[in-house]
């Protein structure tokens, strides 16, 4: 049950193939309980097998979980779950499958277990295939392919590669999956699986085949029947495969080969009663088409009546869109243009909603996926961008006011200190026309960089852009009087700063306006007394700090060395 993949029909997901026997699902009474030995080879065969009978797997993997839960053995008991979770994946239960998948990934990398990492991963890639990222899909094929060491079967290998080629597909990389196809292949003859060998030539030719490689397909088909036939099966028991044949014949024209692969699966299908509906659906619409070239149109509408008819008893929206723009096509090809063009409007509508509905499903289940370590590394990832302001690189006013608000109204201690300061660079308007604002930026910048050395991210306080040149600067756990002191050294490392290489002869200097938190405080309040002291500050001469209310203004010209003073004035 490794996931390797065949195809079902053009843009559907492909499915597992090959029917296989299993063991029963229960003990009976006089049976004894299995070694765990017993059990991971069980599972062994659960996970590699290329069967169809998902139902046979699900009470099996369940079974086994109760054993493995009786012997202690932990990995055994995930390894299990994980069954189950794949088969809910293949029956597209993809949002029940989720959070069980996304909890056996999360234990499987905290506690470093290899093999079931693997098989999580491989299992993610197909989940986020599902949800339409590609990206993420070939992600988590690569990691479960590079989890795979010596003590790994070589079939379960090939099952890995099969995998891996069928993500490098998906995301358009044909080449470098063909490449892994072609390996999957050699390796597969190398051990004798002649399955498995099908396998990596019949999801070489489907994915040959969508990327437009008609030849590749052909060859890969020809190459896939020849196979079959030295092994002694035929493809008469494989249903997928003559999926596959079809497909590649109806895209090379050859419309009577394509319409006898079609009837050939179709017998299949009649033979056990249509257990799998949506298989027979795609056959019976690949045969409608194939008549609809060939000119049996009488025969092509019954052929989608008959589509028709299955999609309703079992409600297959996706596939009964697709017979409704076949119908148009068919009802174009019999002259009613009035008929296929109503058709037509009302497959495109259908398709609307589906499209619709399909997008809040991947919506739900992305939110399951969320839950995860790694998608809460992703959403703090995004969250932080969001709180980063794009050109210097520092926190933005949505950080400020998350924490300044947090911190005024929710300390740790109460009696806690808190200064809040807004710096604002002096006569930056004068950069930007002089120099430009190229030079501009590159002078916000390097404030940026200082500011941030001179008050980083931590228990006592952080900075950040409010907008423009204008900055913020948020100091705790010191007294106004210390707090007062290291504004005063920033301005002093800025006005020092080599800025000649940017703006030649003008100077750079920031005014700072600081006000001291107190018992009544809001955030709004706090800021707003901490510009009123800033318009102080460019009011008493720019280059200095001013602190609120208490009209202490620490003066720049007192400061200075006097080669600074002729500098700046």
């Not at 995930?78 to 056996?104: C, I, N, S």
């Not at 009577?256 to 079609?262: D, I, K, L």
């Not at 926190?395 to 200064?419: A, F, K, Q, S």
Request: overall charge negative; glycine content about 6%.
């Amino acid at each position: 049950m490794d996931e390797p993949m065949v195809a079902t029909g053009p843009g559907h997901p492909p499915q597992a193939c090959v029917p296989r026997t299993l063991a029963p699902a229960a003990l009976t009474a006089a049976e004894q309980p299995r070694t765990a030995e017993q059990l991971a080879a069980d599972l062994d065969d659960l996970e590699d097998d290329l069967g169809y009978e998902i139902e046979a797997w699900l009470p099996q993997a369940a079974h086994i979980e109760r054993e493995a839960e009786v012997l202690g053995e932990v990995d055994l008991v995930h390894r299990a779950r994980l069954v189950q979770a794949d088969v809910r994946l293949r029956k597209g239960q993809t949002l029940d499958a989720t959070p069980t998948l996304l909890e056996l990934h999360s234990w499987a990398t905290e506690h470093d277990r290899p093999s079931v990492l693997a098989r999580s991963h491989l299992l993610l890639s197909r989940t986020h295939r599902v949800l339409g990222d590609p990206a993420a899909s070939l992600e988590h094929a690569v990691c479960a392919v590079e989890l795979l060491d010596e003590n790994t079967s070589a079939r379960r290998r090939v099952s890995y590669l099969i995998r891996l080629a069928d993500a490098l597909s998906y995301t358009g990389s044909f080449d470098a999956a063909a490449e892994r196809y072609a390996q999957a292949e050699r390796l597969a003859v190398a051990i004798g699986d002649a399955e498995r060998q099908i396998l990596a030539l019949n999801n070489l030719a489907y994915y040959a085949c969508t990327a437009g490689q008609e030849q590749l397909a052909f060859a890969a088909v020809e190459r896939l029947r020849a196979v079959a036939a030295a092994d002694g099966r035929g493809l008469d028991h494989a249903s997928s495969y003559l999926d596959t044949i079809a497909q590649v014949e109806l895209t090379f024209g050859r419309y009577a080969e394509a319409r006898r692969a079609a009837q050939a699966g179709i017998e299949l299908y009649d033979a056990d009663g249509y257990e799998d509906a949506e298989a027979a659906v795609l056959f019976l619409l690949t045969l409608a088409m194939a008549q609809r070239h060939l000119g049996e149109t009488g025969s092509a509408q019954h052929s989608l009546d008959r589509c028709r008819q299955l999609c309703d008893e079992r409600d297959l929206a996706m596939v009964r869109i697709q017979v409704q723009q076949e119908q148009a096509e068919l009802y174009a090809a019999c002259g009613d243009l009035g008929r296929a063009f109503e058709t037509y409007k009302a497959f495109h509508q259908a398709d609307k909603a589906l499209v619709s509905e399909q997008r809040e499903a991947r919506a739900r289940t992305r939110q399951a996926l969320f839950e995860t370590t790694e998608a809460r590394r992703e959403a703090d990832q995004f969250r932080e961008q969001a709180r980063r302001d794009p050109l210097t690189g520092m926190w933005n006013r949505r950080y400020m006011d998350e924490h300044l608000t947090t911190l005024i109204e929710h300390p740790l201690d109460p009696g806690m200190p808190l200064v809040a300061a807004i710096v604002d660079l002096d006569h930056f308007k004068r950069i930007n026309d002089t120099r430009s604002h190229q030079a501009g930026d590159r002078v916000l910048v390097e404030v940026a960089g200082l500011l941030t050395a001179a008050v980083p991210t931590s228990a006592t306080g952080f900075s950040a852009r409010l907008g423009g040149e204008e900055f913020v600067v948020v100091l705790t756990g010191i007294g106004p009087a210390q707090a007062v002191q290291r504004l005063e050294k920033l301005r002093r490392t800025v006005a020092a700063h080599a800025w000649q290489d940017i703006t030649g002869d003008l100077p750079v200097t920031i005014s700072i306006g600081v006000a001291i938190r107190t018992a009544d405080s809001t955030q709004s309040s706090l800021l707003g007394r901490a510009d009123a002291a800033l318009y102080a500050a460019k009011h008493n001469g720019r280059n200095r700090v001013h602190v609120e209310e208490s009209g202490l203004d620490v003066d720049a010209a007192r400061e200075i060395s006097h080669p600074e003073r002729r500098r700046y004035r």
